[in-house]
């Protein structure tokens, strides 16, 4: 069914519909704090080093420091740790060779509620997923039609690149506030984030009840190469190393002490308290996303502007992390292609003038190159998405290697709308605040750099627009309605977290 709302009614409405509720005094607070940390206002070219046309490069000699103290004590084991990595990728990665695209799991929607046992295990085995039919095609295709007709009733709006626009700069769209409040794009997140676990009872986090992320879209054209970000993870670069960074939480301790094979990804309580932002970079994402992901509104598969993943997941993560840390004795120039990738050629490196943290650069996201990482066999480790069509979603961990086509080979365009899963925490609900706050005057997501974004937009829908467009549960996950604290369900430790959110989010007093 497609979206009736007209544009300019909609941009009458806007801030007269808002609930006294939602201007109470904390929510006013924490919209202030949002507005003191704005970010410079960009693209998603500012996001990354490679298309921002930097070059990859030793850091500042600090960082020679913060390795060495990371690892002191465990030098042997870690040494020993990754002679045991290299084996295994070895292995792993002539695995992903034979299979392909067919290494990512997939179910069908109607199924998530009792998913098969292979499903399961390969998915917490490679971290991605395709989820069938969460929105039925031509729903799919309306949103698409209505995103256009959007883009076309404000031509000022943003895109990477300008002369050819392949990623739009919207967040508030009609289109994107019904695909993130959608009760399947719910129901699907909350089916994946309930792969995750906490080792902690205690510990306030709920995967039940998932919070959107407003973020980008786009439409690539066929015959697109300007848009060719390779391999890559999100959620900062340096951070994963530093101690105020990911160390905050001990997310990577197993790693640091040697011990790659009982790191657990799926561990949420590690990551309630990462800084993964220190540098306030644009497009830093704030929110713990559990998943990255997208709803695909187009028919596209391999070599048409669609995504590549590395189904090496943890492994492939030990491996970047451990990287700066090891150099080898003789170099690609001087040897066989197998002697230079042996075990026997990588020497630990905590040399004074070794301040390498290969691919990150500060405020960027963390990249890898072949050059860089070698062992990972880029090539070969990173797999097309299957061929997906309108109404599908795909899901990545948020440790994911990922990647997109360099060129669009394909006849007809890659279409896809860009929505993470969430879980309440607490500091996704501060976000929330900062977000709707952003939703409310037309402005880009926090992270997402300043500027008038779609503040005149014809067309951007206002709160009794989505509440229209999205039911009750979509509402909460954006922070425009409560959650239900009193809901017989809910443990101890939800039901401090719910009360806690509604409370920063100015529903309570």
Same mark, same amino acid.
């Given at each position: 069914?497609?979206?009736?709302?007209?544009?300019?009614?909609?941009?009458?409405?806007?801030?007269?519909?808002?609930?006294?509720?939602?201007?109470?005094?904390?929510?006013?607070?924490?919209?202030?704090?949002?507005?003191?940390?704005?970010?410079?206002?960009?693209?998603?070219?500012?996001?990354?080093?490679?298309?921002?046309?930097?070059?990859?490069?030793?850091?500042?000699?600090?960082?020679?420091?913060?390795?060495?103290?990371?690892?002191?004590?465990?030098?042997?084991?870690?040494?020993?740790?990754?002679?045991?990595?290299?084996?295994?990728?070895?292995?792993?990665?002539?695995?992903?060779?034979?299979?392909?695209?067919?290494?990512?799991?997939?179910?069908d929607f109607k199924d998530i509620h009792s998913p098969s046992e292979a499903f399961v295990s390969a998915h917490r085995k490679r971290g991605v997923a395709v989820i069938r039919n969460v929105m039925p095609q031509e729903e799919?295709l309306d949103l698409k039609r209505e995103l256009r007709a959007y883009i076309q009733a404000n031509p000022s709006t943003k895109a990477f690149p300008a002369d050819n626009p392949q990623v739009y700069e919207l967040y508030w769209?009609?289109?994107?506030?019904?695909?993130?409040?959608?009760? &399947?794009?719910?129901? /699907?997140?909350?089916? *994946?984030?309930? @792969?995750?676990?906490?080792?902690?009872?205690?510990?306030?986090? =709920?995967?039940?009840?998932?919070?959107?992320?407003?973020?980008?879209?786009?439409?690539?054209?066929?015959?697109?190469?300007?848009?060719?970000?390779?391999?890559?993870?999100?959620?900062?670069?340096?951070?994963?190393?530093?101690?105020?960074?990911?160390?905050?939480?001990?997310?990577?301790?197993?790693?640091w002490r040697g011990d790659w094979e009982s790191f657990d990804p799926w561990e949420s309580n590690t990551r309630l308290s990462v800084n993964s932002d220190l540098y306030n970079g644009v497009g830093a994402c704030s929110m713990?996303?559990?998943?990255?992901?997208?709803?695909?509104?187009?028919?596209?598969?391999?070599?048409?502007?669609?995504?590549?993943?590395?189904?090496?997941? &943890?492994?492939?993560? /030990?491996?970047?992390? *451990?990287?700066? @840390?090891?150099?080898?004795?003789?170099?690609?120039?001087?040897? =066989?292609?197998?002697?230079?990738?042996?075990?026997?050629?990588?020497?630990?490196?905590?040399?004074?003038?070794?301040?390498?943290?290969?691919?990150?650069?500060?405020?960027?996201?963390?990249?890898?190159?072949?050059?860089?990482?070698?062992?990972?066999?880029?090539?070969?480790?990173?797999?097309?998405?299957?061929?997906?069509?309108?109404?599908?979603?795909?899901?990545?961990?948020?440790?994911?290697?990922?990647?997109?086509?360099?060129?669009?080979?394909?006849?007809?365009?890659?279409?896809?709308?860009?929505?993470?899963?969430?879980?309440?925490?607490?500091?996704?609900?501060?976000?929330?605040?900062?977000?709707?706050?952003?939703?409310?005057?037309?402005?880009?997501?926090?992270?997402?750099?300043?500027?008038?974004?779609?503040?005149?937009?014809?067309?951007?829908?206002?709160?009794?627009?989505?509440?229209?467009?999205?039911?009750?549960?979509?509402?909460?996950?954006?922070?425009?309605?409560?959650?239900?604290?009193?809901?017989?369900?809910?443990?101890?430790?939800?039901?401090?977290?719910?009360?806690?959110?509604?409370?920063?989010?100015?529903?309570?007093?």
């Amino acid at each position: 069914m497609a979206l009736k709302i007209p544009y300019r009614a909609c941009l009458k409405r806007q801030r007269l519909d808002v609930p006294i509720r939602l201007l109470l005094p904390s929510a006013r607070a924490a919209s202030t704090t949002a507005a003191a940390a704005q970010k410079q206002e960009g693209d998603i070219s500012a996001a990354f080093a490679s298309l921002s046309g930097i070059s990859f490069e030793p850091l500042e000699p600090r960082f020679a420091d913060v390795k060495r103290r990371l690892i002191a004590g465990n030098e042997a084991a870690i040494h020993d740790s990754w002679t045991r990595l290299l084996h295994n990728l070895r292995d792993d990665i002539a695995e992903i060779r034979e299979l392909g695209s067919t290494i990512v799991p997939e179910i069908d929607f109607k199924d998530i509620h009792s998913p098969s046992e292979a499903f399961v295990s390969a998915h917490r085995k490679r971290g991605v997923a395709v989820i069938r039919n969460v929105m039925p095609q031509e729903e799919a295709l309306d949103l698409k039609r209505e995103l256009r007709a959007y883009i076309q009733a404000n031509p000022s709006t943003k895109a990477f690149p300008a002369d050819n626009p392949q990623v739009y700069e919207l967040y508030w769209s009609p289109s994107q506030m019904r695909a993130r409040g959608h009760p &399947n794009m719910i129901a /699907a997140q909350r089916f *994946l984030m309930n @792969f995750w676990h906490s080792t902690d009872p205690n510990a306030l986090v =709920s995967t039940d009840h998932p919070t959107s992320y407003a973020d980008r879209l786009r439409m690539r054209l066929p015959g697109d190469a300007k848009f060719a970000l390779g391999p890559h993870v999100d959620g900062g670069s340096c951070e994963r190393w530093e101690q105020e960074g990911y160390g905050k939480g001990k997310v990577y301790d197993a790693i640091w002490r040697g011990d790659w094979e009982s790191f657990d990804p799926w561990e949420s309580n590690t990551r309630l308290s990462v800084n993964s932002d220190l540098y306030n970079g644009v497009g830093a994402c704030s929110m713990f996303r559990m998943f990255q992901g997208w709803l695909s509104m187009s028919n596209t598969g391999p070599y048409e502007g669609t995504l590549l993943v590395n189904p090496l997941f &943890n492994k492939a993560t /030990a491996y970047f992390l *451990l990287r700066p @840390f090891f150099s080898p004795i003789q170099q690609p120039t001087a040897c =066989s292609p197998d002697t230079f990738l042996h075990p026997t050629n990588w020497h630990l490196d905590l040399s004074p003038t070794n301040s390498w943290l290969h691919g990150a650069t500060p405020g960027r996201g963390q990249e890898l190159r072949p050059e860089l990482h070698p062992h990972l066999d880029l090539a070969q480790s990173m797999v097309h998405m299957p061929r997906v069509n309108p109404g599908d979603y795909v899901s990545w961990h948020c440790d994911t290697i990922h990647a997109v086509d360099s060129v669009h080979a394909g006849k007809s365009d890659s279409s896809v709308m860009y929505i993470p899963a969430c879980p309440l925490t607490l500091d996704n609900a501060a976000f929330l605040a900062r977000q709707r706050e952003c939703f409310l005057q037309g402005t880009p997501c926090p992270d997402f750099g300043s500027g008038k974004g779609e503040s005149e937009h014809v067309g951007r829908p206002g709160v009794e627009d989505v509440r229209a467009l999205i039911p009750e549960e979509g509402m909460r996950a954006f922070g425009l309605q409560e959650w239900d604290a009193e809901e017989s369900s809910l443990t101890s430790a939800q039901k401090e977290l719910v009360n806690r959110a509604n409370k920063m989010l100015g529903f309570y007093e």
